[in-house]
Every structure is written in C-alpha cells, then in structure tokens.
C-alpha cells in the first residue's frame, strides 16, 4: 500500500515556465515533508521540506505548500531551468527522530528550451 | 562541503555469497539510514541508526544486518543474496535524528 503518492510518473514543461509538481499521502501520521531531486546514478539531493504546522515555505526558486486536510502537497519551481530536469521524489516523516523515510515513486520532470 | 561516501560503487556477487556495504557519514553527523532501490522503484527504507543503536527498523529481510561503529560510520551485512537483492543501496546521514536526510550515491549490487 503506497502511503505516498505521485500520480504523475512524468511531466514536461517548457523553460522559464513554472513546473508543479503533486504529492499525495495517506498517513495521517505523517508531520514533516521532504523533496528531493535525483540525476542518474547519484543519489538524492535535498532541496526543500515542510513541517505540518506550515502551509508554504519557501527557498529561492522552489516553493513547497501543504493541505493538511486533503493530505495534498505540491512543488513550484519558477523560472523552470534546464538544470532542474531530474527525477523528483516526494518523501514523508513522522518525526519521531532517526525515522525513515517513507518515499513516493517520483516524477520525471524534464525542461524543454 | 564532505558528502556521504559508500563503498564500494558497485558490487557484483553470486546467489548465496555474502556483501558488506559501507557507509561514512558527513562529519558530526551521528545518524545513518540505508534503504534499498529496486528497478524503476522509490527507495525504500531498510534500518537506521542513532549514536550507534538502532533506531528504527523498515523492511530489512532476515538475512541482513546492520551496525554502527564507534566513529560513526555503518556497514550493512548481507547474507544469502538472492537474484531479488539486484538494487541499489543507499546511506543517508544527519544530526541528532532530525530531517533532512542526506544521502550518498548508493552502491550498485547486482547479484548474478
């Protein structure tokens, strides 16, 4: 049963435009929010988290907001550049330190010039 | 600034044998997790491990074992690998059990 989701196995924007990307989970248990970016043959890179107190944050191009009653969050990248065509993972954690996490199947965002 | 770093990249075993992966944290960071990517799949997690007692516990088989050792770093015992094992294990790192995660760039095992 796959506790988080993302039901967009690919997407396609065009450079300069803005790239959402959607997360779905259904643990309520779930209280921190993770994104990470991932090139072939690397691991993944941490770029942005959410706690469940919050509702948006923010770093430079990358924005993450959260819906905590439709358990829905979403990834805005703006300007959209070249450099961010990656696969792109969803992750969740409950916080109780040292936790795993627990991982959506990622999107495969690639940045058309 | 110093990554995670795993060893070996890539290992290649015959059903049976046993592995041994490696793991060194970024510095001060006192927190290790492994997880397993299977093909095409999301990473899923295996163990972790905070100021070298285990912490918290996923779907790590049997046949696999884990510590952590007195500087940190980790070593993930595999015993009895089956074809199913083929994947790519990653390490990730960070401070005291808090989030984020940081992860290395996994090494590949393949088991012939």
């Known amino acids: 049963d796959q506790q988080v989701k993302q039901n967009s196995p690919s997407l396609s924007v065009q450079e300069g435009r803005i790239s959402i990307l959607n997360c779905d989970y259904t643990n309520s248990m779930f209280d921190y929010f993770l994104w990470y970016k991932k090139y072939p043959a690397e691991g993944p890179t941490f770029l942005i988290s959410?706690?469940?107190?919050?509702d948006k944050n923010e770093d430079g191009r990358f924005t993450v907001f959260l819906n905590k009653s439709a358990k829905h969050l979403s990834l805005h990248i703006v300007p959209s550049q070249p450099g961010d065509s990656a696969v792109y993972f969803c992750a969740a954690s409950d916080l109780g330190g040292a936790d795993g996490l627990t991982f959506g199947k990622g999107t495969h965002l690639i940045i058309q010039p | 600034a110093a990554g995670v770093i795993q060893s070996p990249r890539h290992l290649i075993k015959e059903k049976r044998e046993t592995a041994t992966l490696k793991c060194y944290p970024i510095p001060r960071h006192d927190t290790v997790y492994w997880y397993q990517q299977g093909p095409g799949q999301d990473p899923q997690f295996l163990i972790s491990?905070?100021?070298?007692?285990?912490?918290d516990k996923g779907s790590i088989p049997d046949r696999f074992s884990a510590q952590q050792f007195s500087d940190y770093h980790s070593e993930l015992n595999m015993s009895s690998l089956e074809l199913g094992d083929s994947a790519l294990y990653f390490c990730?790192?960070?401070?005291?059990?808090?989030?984020?995660?940081?992860f290395g760039d996994g090494t590949r095992l393949s088991i012939l």
């Open positions: 959410i706690s469940s107190i919050k």
């Open positions: 990730a790192s960070s401070f005291e059990g808090q989030q984020p995660q940081h």
């Open positions: 491990f905070y100021e070298k007692m285990q912490s």
